[in-house]
Nanobody, 120 residues
C-alpha cells in the first residue's frame, strides 16, 4: 500500500545538472528519513544523501558541494539537485524512505530506480 516513484533521471554531459524527484504515496502515517542511494556497475549500493523529517541532512563526501537534498513534507516528496555532474556519478539512483504505515508497520521502502548517465 506504500509506493515510491522516482523521476528526473537521464543523459547529461559532464558539468551539467539534473534534478531527481521521489514521491511516496499510500497508507503512510509518518515518514522519518528519506534519502537517495546509487549503484554503479560492479559497485555496491552506496548512500548519496538523506534528510530527516526535521530537515537534518547528510551527504557522501564525493557529492558534498555539488548535490543538494530537500524535502516537501506536505507532498511526501524528496528531491536531489545534482550540479557539476561527473562521469563517475553515472549510476542507477534509488529513493529510500523509512516510514510508519497507518497499520503501525515500520520499515524501509524502495523505489524502482532511475538511471543517471553522465558523458565525458
Amino acid at each position: 500500500q506504500v509506493q515510491l516513484v522516482e523521476s528526473g533521471g537521464g543523459l547529461v554531459q559532464a558539468g551539467g545538472s539534473l534534478r531527481l524527484s521521489c514521491a511516496a504515496s499510500g497508507s503512510i502515517f509518518s515518514i522519518n528519513t528519506m534519502g537517495w542511494f546509487r549503484q554503479a556497475p560492479g559497485k555496491q549500493r552506496e548512500l548519496v544523501a538523506d534528510i530527516t523529517s526535521g530537515g537534518s541532512t547528510n551527504y557522501a563526501d564525493s557529492v558534498k558541494g555539488r548535490f543538494t537534498i530537500s524535502r516537501d513534507n506536505a507532498k511526501n516528496t524528496v528531491y536531489l539537485q545534482m550540479n557539476s555532474l561527473k562521469p563517475e556519478d553515472t549510476a542507477v539512483y534509488y529513493c529510500n524512505a523509512y516510514l510508519e504505515e497507518t497499520t503501525g508497520w515500520v520499515g524501509d521502502y524502495w523505489g524502482q530506480g532511475t538511471q543517471v548517465t553522465v558523458s565525458s
